[in-house]
């Protein structure tokens, strides 16, 4: 393995790691609510529903990785 795949597959094992812990913290918040209605969403997500979605941020960084992967390996290879 290269130093750049050992840095990249330690990266995606913080992210990984940082959203179970997330997650996690996410779902014992839901278990105290007392009613049954969702709670208030935020003004600010409410102006921006798309740039403030992490499941779209997550497409989108993704895709520029592997944008820059594939473009790190081009330029990188021999012809």
Same mark, same amino acid.
């Given at each position: 393995?290269t130093?750049?795949?050992?840095?990249?597959?330690?990266?995606?094992?913080?992210?990984? %790691?940082?959203?179970?812990? &997330? *997650?996690? !913290?996410?779902?014992?918040? $839901?278990?105290?609510?007392?009613?049954?209605?969702?709670t208030?969403?935020?003004?600010? %997500?409410?102006?921006?529903? &798309? *740039?403030? !979605?992490?499941?779209?941020? $997550?497409?989108?960084?993704?895709?520029?990785?592997?944008?820059?992967?594939?473009?790190?390996?081009?330029?990188?290879?021999r012809?």
């Amino acid at each position: 393995m290269t130093m750049l795949d050992v840095v990249l597959s330690a990266l995606a094992v913080l992210i990984l %790691v940082i959203g179970f812990f &997330y *997650t996690w !913290n996410i779902s014992k918040n $839901t278990k105290y609510q007392s009613n049954g209605y969702d709670t208030e969403i935020n003004p600010k %997500v409410q102006a921006h529903p &798309y *740039t403030r !979605n992490p499941i779209f941020l $997550t497409y989108l960084i993704g895709a520029a990785i592997v944008i820059g992967f594939i473009v790190y390996y081009a330029l990188s290879s021999r012809w």
